[in-house]
């Protein structure tokens, strides 16, 4: 037997060493298994799960916009996002022909950018990239048709069996599935869509600056649409799917869909009518004027409520980044330098979306001379007959600060200060106040605070820079200030300092939206009528309504008289300090002065050749109260003289013969004129009991195949009463009367048709008279 060796025994050692080494590691690594398995296998299935499973968020539907009455001023409405599938497109060999073919046929359909295709489809490692949102319906029915078209497919296949050592070329093998091939891939597995939402304005221009806009993102930009985002942003819904290596979907236990929830909808304060009313009077009147811009406000005065807000020239929010202003495009398009153009282009856009009707700032000017007036009564330094007499100047200090009637406006008692609009006797009552007296009413009507009200942007009173610290206020700043000069306000501050007035002292703190409603209607929120603070007594403010009354009546509000509506307001002239330059012409007035009820505010911003408040102002003002007042069934109070001219109505005459009915034509003071070669009147025109001034004509049909004779509109624009109804009944039209046509000096200053336009004959035109005297007020005075 061979004896083993040294070398022998060692060699044993080292493959019993080897055999340990293997069971061990063998045993641990089982151990390790069945740890994992066991122990802990339930962590790395979730892991599993989380590395398959997608998050996909469902957009949700944003909150309605609605008016007073509930119609609809903005919605969301259910579009399509188009995306593409980067990792489905990189799959393929041919991968550059795809994006080619998927963007010949989407950037026509899409209107996207020609590279965006290839941009969005470079990210790998994505399987959703955005090519275009808030794609509508039509649109996507040209998507899908291409989608369903059918594309020739390149793929590198893995060769069975083949070494992994193997060349490329022998390792892979190309797979070409042509596109008319039965198995033929469709362009929808690489492009796809999911749900999103667009956000309509179906009013258009409609209270565009108080609504404003959303961005592309469904976020709110400016207006309501960004005061009130977080309660109109619904909570989106969310889809949970598992996903294999390919990005298909698979089954899972954890797929879950949560519906998207719908944001919160606003009701607002705002009355459609009146809100179109308001624009439609601002519109024009910023025409009229050659002006800027123009903002009005008409509120309810004993709850603070926004019945209409306009800023002119509006937009489309739905376009909001396009100008509407064509007159300011034209101007803008004729600027040769390209930078500058932009430049221009950009800020005119800016300022569309601005409110100014809450933050526009200027001078009040003379609307503020009630303020003083207020003050002056409850502090018991003038009573109703003070008297000043007024020649034309005051010094102050060494300073010489004018009234706008250089001459003076003699002896007169306090209500016909505040009618003629008298700077030194205002100024008078102010240093009668004192500085710390004047600073507390000046303070509590709100010219140093916002209002509150429920809108972003409101301009913000600023010592030292738009307002007077009190402080800082000696006999100068006092004296101007008490004719609304040497500091700012915006239009909001004002109207809720005149409706403090007309409510009986009480300052309101105005708003926009009444409440807020959930997706059943059920109210979440409510904004209630708050009495911000008691500014003055409720005897102080009726004798100032009653004042003011008579500004309209026989003072420099003369064309802001509104048969039987009895207007109370104030006008202003003034100019903007922070601008620079440039002035504003401005009125507001609340009626009935007896029993009042809404406000009304008009700012002419920057008005070209007349800027005085009471001719360029005060007209539109009375346009809209006398509507809104009508609107609200608001009974008027007519005087004698207006009931005689507006008592006026054609009388009934159909039935009766030619003779008899111009026998009672001519009783009632109306020319008759027949149509027809019939003996009886079969109908007439205008029809009975309608409005026509006497002296007009009635049109007398007496066959039914009669056709209306055409007539054309003469201009009746700056004719007296008796002027525009001779013109009118010469022409066989007629005309019935709005505004102030009672006052001795009057003139039409509009009329409902144009001139040239073709009507039928005997139709009724409505000419709105503005009296020729007395509406000068400017407290553009000092030296």
């Not at 939402?197 to 959303?214: D, E, K, S």
């Not at 889809?239 to 979907?249: M, P, W």
């Not at 100047?393 to 200060?417: K, P, W, Y």
């Not at 509104?562 to 507001?588: H, I, M």
Request: include cysteine; charged fraction near 20%.
């Amino acid at each position: 037997m061979r004896r083993h060796t040294t070398g022998d025994r060692m060699m044993m050692r080292a493959v019993i060493a080897l055999g340990v080494l293997l069971i061990v590691g063998f045993t641990s690594g089982a151990i390790g298994i069945a740890r994992a398995m066991i122990v802990r296998g339930e962590t790395y299935r979730e892991k599993a799960e989380q590395g398959q499973l997608r998050d996909v968020e469902e957009p949700a539907p944003r909150g309605e916009i609605v008016d007073s009455s509930g119609n609809v001023i903005a919605s969301s409405t259910d579009v399509k996002r188009v995306y593409i599938n980067p990792k489905k497109v990189n799959d393929y060999e041919n991968k550059d022909e795809i994006i080619r073919l998927i963007s010949e046929a989407l950037v026509p359909i899409l209107g996207i950018a020609e590279d965006k295709v290839a941009k969005q489809a470079s990210y790998k490692n994505y399987s959703d990239m955005t090519l275009k949102g808030k794609v509508d319906e039509i649109t996507m029915e040209k998507v899908n048709a291409f989608l369903d078209t059918t594309v020739t497919t390149k793929m590198k296949v893995l060769v069975k069996g083949a070494d992994d050592d193997a060349p490329e070329e022998e390792k892979y093998r190309i797979v070409t599935v042509d596109k008319d091939a039965k198995d033929a891939a469709k362009f929808s597995l690489f492009v796809g869509s999911s749900r999103d939402t667009i956000r309509y304005y179906p009013l258009g221009t409609f209270a565009a600056n108080v609504i404003g806009f959303t961005g592309s993102d469904d976020t709110g930009r400016t207006g309501l649409e960004l005061y009130y985002n977080k309660q109109l942003t619904g909570t989106p819904g969310r889809t949970l799917v598992a996903k294999n290596a390919t990005d298909s979907n698979i089954a899972s236990e954890y797929a879950t869909h949560t519906a998207p929830i719908k944001g919160s909808t606003l009701k607002l304060t705002i009355d459609q009518e009146v809100q179109r009313f308001l624009e439609n009077s601002l519109e024009q009147a910023r025409i009229d004027a050659k002006a800027k811009a123009a903002y009005g406000i008409v509120m309810d005065v004993n709850t603070g409520a926004i019945l209409g807000m306009a800023a002119q020239a509006s937009y489309d929010p739905a376009h909001y980044q396009e100008l509407a202003d064509s007159i300011k495009l034209a101007e803008i398009e004729a600027i040769t330098d390209e930078t500058e153009r932009k430049k221009a282009l950009n800020e005119a856009i800016l300022a569309q979306w601005r409110n100014g009707a809450i933050d526009l700032t200027y001078e009040p000017g003379s609307v503020f001379k009630i303020v003083t007036v207020a003050a002056g009564l409850e502090e018991g330094v003038v009573n109703l007959n003070t008297s000043y007499t007024c020649t034309g100047a005051i010094q102050v200090e060494n300073r010489t600060m004018h009234c706008h009637n250089r001459n003076g406006h003699g002896t007169e008692d306090l209500t016909h200060g505040l009618m003629n609009s008298c700077n030194p006797f205002m100024i008078t009552i102010a240093q009668k106040l004192g500085v710390h007296k004047f600073y507390k009413y000046f303070d509590g009507f709100g010219f140093t605070e916002k209002t509150g009200i429920d809108l972003p942007g409101e301009a913000e009173p600023k010592p030292g820079i738009s307002i007077h610290a009190e402080k800082d206020m000696k006999v100068v700043e006092l004296s101007s200030c008490a004719f609304g000069q040497s500091f700012e306000a915006s239009p909001i501050q004002v109207i809720s300092a005149v409706s403090a007035i007309a409510n009986g002292g009480k300052l309101m703190r105005p708003y926009v939206v009444a409440q807020v409603l959930d997706e059943n209607g059920a109210v979440i929120e409510e904004n209630k009528p708050t009495v911000r603070r008691q500014v003055v007594s409720e005897d102080t403010a009726d004798k100032v309504a009653a004042m003011m009354e008579q500004v309209v009546q026989a003072g420099t509000g003369k064309n802001a008289y509104v048969a039987g509506a009895r207007v109370a307001g104030k006008t202003g002239t003034s100019q903007k300090l922070s601008a620079g330059s440039g002035y504003v012409a401005s009125f507001s007035c609340f009626a009935p002065a007896d029993n009042p009820q809404v406000a009304v505010l008009i700012a002419i911003d920057d008005p070209k050749g007349q800027i005085n408040g009471g001719q360029i102002a005060a007209p539109p003002a009375a346009e809209i109260i006398e509507q809104v007042l009508q609107h609200r069934n608001v009974p008027m109070q007519y005087t004698a003289e207006e009931e005689k001219q507006l008592a006026a109505k054609a009388p009934t005459v159909t039935g009766l013969t030619i003779a008899a009915a111009k026998e009672l034509l001519t009783k009632a003071d109306y020319t008759a004129r027949v149509v027809g070669s019939g003996e009886t009147i079969l109908r007439q025109f205008p029809k009975a009991g309608t409005t026509v001034a006497t002296g007009g004509v009635v049109v007398l049909y007496t066959s039914n195949d009669n056709t209306e004779p055409m007539v054309k509109v003469p201009n009746l624009v700056g004719m007296t009463v008796s002027q525009a109804n001779a013109a009118a009944a010469a022409a066989g039209l007629n005309v019935s009367f709005s505004g102030n046509f009672a006052s001795s000096t009057k003139i039409t200053s509009k009329q409902s048709i144009e001139t040239g336009a073709e009507v039928p004959a005997g139709t009724v035109i409505t000419v709105h008279f503005v009296s020729t005297s007395g509406v000068t007020d400017s407290t553009l005075g000092e030296d």
